[in-house]
């Protein structure tokens, strides 16, 4: 119809139909224009709409965008389109409505993109197959009870980068070298396999923080050498870098919450149930990534013989009042072991206790709430 512009819709139906041997007439009629249009289409003499430089109606912000708005954003470009409104709304009450938010919104989104400042480049990391695990410990949104109390304790997860896999385990603790090796070690040996480097943010249970640098511990570091597995870290404050395991702890916290909706309750019998609903759900979660995973297998590593020690190793000596102090936390011991010096192999959730090379006693590790938790290392000195 004359005054109307044809669209790029209307000239690709023309010429699919000319394409199949449609005649002009014909073509016209099926993409809604003159046979006239159709003769210029194909001579390439379509006319084209003309780019418009002029506003059609009154700048609302006009009176205040380049006096107002606009410094603040150079001053925070952070700043929101609901703030700088807001802002509006109290120094001029009644003269910019609520209306007007969304083309606030709108103004506020181009400036960003045409003067506002740069912005950080994040460029896709391709890892593969066999060349990375991930570690790192969260914490579940739900609050989980045993035997009707409380349960306080963090997930470690591992996954690797490539096909996506992924082990869960519950530490009842802090972040310390043992939890790490434990469920380092479990997730490998249930791989069946190890990756070519270990990537973690800056875990206390790995690396020693300083304002200058990072150092990997002892432990920590051979632990990685036992696997032939190269310890990486990723940079401070640059969150992206983890972002594969970080997905990882999203998509673990959803599915509990899930699949506690689902069982109607969070509490569990005891922990060996809990156990078991969270490797149910991690189940669910690999069997997405079977394909990937069956060709990743082909690049791992063989595993050693025998796992690496995931304890850290202390002697403390047995009190007359027939305690032991590990960790600020104090337990009872047998009398008759009152004076002795005994070997105490210190895991994530328990105490094993030897006399020389005989085992005497195992106790259920105590964790002190509201207290950071100090590497075993670091109290060890390994």
């Known amino acids: 119809m004359p005054g109307k512009y044809i669209t790029q819709q209307q000239e ?33 003499q379509r006319g084209r709409k003309k780019q418009r430089h002029w506003r059609t109606r009154q700048d609302p912000f006009g009176a205040v965008w380049e006096t107002e708005i606009i410094p603040l954003l150079a001053r925070e470009p952070e700043l929101t389109g609901t703030t700088l409104w807001e802002y509006l709304d109290d120094h001029y009450p009644g003269q910019y409505s609520e209306k007007l938010l969304r083309t606030l919104q709108r103004r506020v989104k181009h400036w960003r993109a045409v003067k506002g400042p740069e912005k950080a480049v994040i460029f896709c990391q391709s890892v593969p197959a066999g060349q990375q695990g991930l570690s790192d410990f969260t914490r579940p949104r739900t609050t989980i009870t045993i035997a009707g109390k409380p349960f306080d304790h963090l997930l470690y997860q591992f996954r690797l980068a490539y096909s996506h896999w992924r082990d869960v385990h519950v530490i009842q603790g802090g972040e310390s070298y043992s ?9 490998l040996h249930k791989l069946g396999g190890v990756p070519a480097e270990h990537r973690t943010d800056s875990l206390s249970a790995a690396y020693i923080n300083t304002t200058q640098k990072r150092e990997l511990t002892q432990a920590y570091e051979a632990l990685c050498q036992h696997y032939d597995m190269k310890p990486t870290v990723n ?23 899930q699949a506690i909706k689902v069982r109607g309750s969070a509490d569990f019998q005891n922990l060996e149930v809990y156990r078991r609903f969270l490797d149910q759900i991690v189940d669910k979660l690999n069997k997405r990534c079977q394909g990937r995973l069956a060709e990743e297998q082909l690049h791992l590593k063989p595993l050693p013989h025998y796992r690496f020690m995931d304890f850290s190793e202390l002697t403390v000596k047995v009190t007359t009042s027939s305690t032991i102090s590990v960790k600020r936390g104090l337990y009872s011991v047998p009398s008759r072991l009152i004076g002795e010096n005994i070997r105490v192999h210190l895991y994530h959730d328990r105490l094993e206790c030897f006399v020389s ?11 002190r709430k509201h207290l950071k938790v100090v590497p075993d290392e670091l109290i060890t000195g390994m």
């Open 357 to 367: 090379q005989t085992p005497v006693i195992t106790l259920s590790r105590v964790i």
């Open 235 to 257: 940079n401070l404050g640059v969150s992206h870098e983890n972002g594969a395991i970080e997905n990882a702890h999203g998509s673990l916290k959803h599915r509990i919450e």
């Open 12 to 44: 690709s139906i023309y010429m699919k139909n000319r394409q199949r041997g449609f005649s002009q007439e014909t073509s016209s009629a099926k993409a809604g224009i003159s046979i006239r249009s159709g003769r210029r289409i194909e001579k390439n």
């Open 179 to 187: 939890a790490l090796a434990d469920g380092l070690q479990n997730a």
